[in-house]
């Protein structure tokens, strides 16, 4: 009831009483009025019975006065209705207000360090993919970078939106409705950020391991997992999916388009050589011939001094990989696909699968973290650089020791072995004198245990 309308009505009780004092038990309390005998004064029936005008009188203007009360709309209830029509949907608006540069600068300022750090990494990485000491470490190597583009937006900011897109695998549509921003300057954005990514960070972060310390290091830990010696490296290729194109020569053999991407991986899973240069049509081992990894080995661009004695041969480190790859003086693969060789052969192929195992762990973390590789939704001009940005920022999660995610699962590959190239052959020859020397080498090591 209108609170103007109850005051109305107690002056109106006080004049009552004023009028006729008969009745001025009326304001009396409750449990006295209900103890009354029914025809006492201070009941209803005993103001209407009495002589004084001035019950009837009150009783008038109550009732009526009422009647206006309750046919009226209350007007806090008309303000608050009013109010709530003229207010946003908050389901309509939290989308788009929780990825504003307000509430960015919030949570990156303000609260991050309210938090304890294990539940702050944990929230930047189920936003961005990384935790928040791997995230302002990208940020400050690209700001000075970003800052030359003019770019109207924070540079954290933009860097967070990127991330969040190849973590999550958004598209820029997606992305545009949460940050309120034009497709065209997300796909902008995010072109930017991960040229950046592949030019300025990739010298830094994907190195081929030729210092001294970092090859018997590494050399070290692979002849631990595998008894094999100075191996430094696997390689492996993966088949990245991409959308909106017809060109048959970038049809893999799973049966989609894709691109293809080859990685070499040391003990960390940590990519020591990344290239992103054929349609998912070409095979491993054209990529491979296509490569600068290639060029820089068979030149002798790359010379890794840690040379080792093998039953009198000369063992320089080498990278192993399947058999889809061919057998050259760097790059070693299995003897056979099933098993069917030597005791000594088979042995030396379950521990060079077992070393090839960690590249194919790393192209699983590599996808399984950055889940815009499991789908690829960017301009085909763009995807190489967009798939390099995602080898660095694995490298950096790596480097840190960031928690690692569920593995991406890639197709079972097959392949036939390639053929031997006339420039090759001489590799090739030299290389498979060596795979026998390891493999009897190992065998008796193995066997006389």
């Given at each position: ?12 009780l ?13 304001l009396s ?15 209803p ?10 019950p ?18 209350s007007s806090?209830?008309?303000t ?10 908050p ?23 309210a ?15 990384l ?12 700001k000075?970078h970003?800052?030359l ?19 999550h ?10 940050y309120?921003?034009?497709?065209y ?9 991960t ?13 081929i391991?030729?210092s001294?310390?970092r090859?018997?290091?590494t ?8 008894s ?19 060109n ?9 388009q894709?691109?293809?991407?080859q990685?070499v ?13 054929a ?7 054209t ?17 890794w ?24 003086s760097?790059?070693l ?41 499991q789908?690829?939704?960017?301009g ?34 097959s ?22 020397v ?7 090591r193995?066997?006389?245990?």
């Open positions: 009831m209108d609170q103007s309308f109850l005051l109305m009505l107690s002056n109106l006080h004049l009552h009483n004023h009028l006729d004092p008969t009745t001025a038990s009326l309390d409750a449990s006295t009025a209900s103890a009354s005998a029914p025809t006492s004064p201070t009941s029936t005993s103001l209407l019975s009495s002589t004084s005008a001035a009837l009188l009150f009783f008038t203007i109550a009732s009526v006065l009422s009647y206006v009360a309750s046919s009226r709309p806090s209830s008309t608050s209705a009013a109010a709530a029509a003229d207010a946003p949907n389901a309509a608006t939290s989308s788009t207000s929780d990825y504003s540069v307000s509430a960015f600068r919030a949570l990156s300022t303000e609260h991050i360090w938090m304890e750090a294990p539940l702050r990494d944990a929230q930047w990485r189920s936003l961005y993919g935790s928040y000491p791997v995230f302002t470490t990208v940020v400050d190597k690209l000075p970003i800052a583009s003019n770019l109207s937006l924070p540079s954290d900011y933009a860097v967070a939106m990127v991330l969040s897109r190849l973590s695998g958004f598209s820029a549509k997606t992305l545009s409705s949460r309120s921003l034009e497709p300057l997300i796909s902008k954005i995010t072109n930017m950020v040229r950046l990514l592949a030019t300025k960070l990739y010298p830094e972060f994907i190195k391991p030729v001294r310390r090859l018997h290091e050399t070290q830990a692979f002849e631990e997992l595998t094999l010696p100075n191996m430094c490296g696997a390689i492996d290729g993966s088949h990245v999916k991409i959308r909106n194109n017809s048959p020569s970038h049809r893999c053999q799973y049966g989609f894709s691109v293809l991407l990685v991986a040391d003990h960390k899973k940590i990519f020591w050589d990344v290239c992103v240069k349609p998912g049509g070409t095979d491993d081992a990529h491979l011939r296509d490569s600068l990894l290639y060029n820089r080995l068979t030149s002798g661009d790359i010379v001094d840690k040379v080792i004695n093998v039953r009198n041969h000369h063992v320089r480190p080498y990278i192993v990989g399947d058999r889809c790859y061919p057998l050259l760097f790059l693969n299995p003897f056979s696909p099933n098993g069917s060789g030597t005791p000594a052969q088979n042995l030396f192929d379950s521990a060079l699968m077992k070393g090839r195992s960690v590249v194919v762990e790393a192209i699983g973390l590599l996808k399984g973290r950055w889940r815009i590789l789908d690829l939704n960017v085909m001009n763009h995807a190489p650089q967009t798939i390099v940005a995602c080898c660095v920022l694995h490298n950096l999660c790596q480097i840190a020791r960031e928690p690692e995610p569920d593995l991406w699962k890639e197709p079972e590959e392949g036939s072995p390639p053929r031997v190239l006339e420039s090759e052959k001489p590799l090739y020859l030299f290389s498979d004198k060596l795979r026998q390891l493999a009897d080498d190992l065998h008796q193995l066997s006389s245990r």
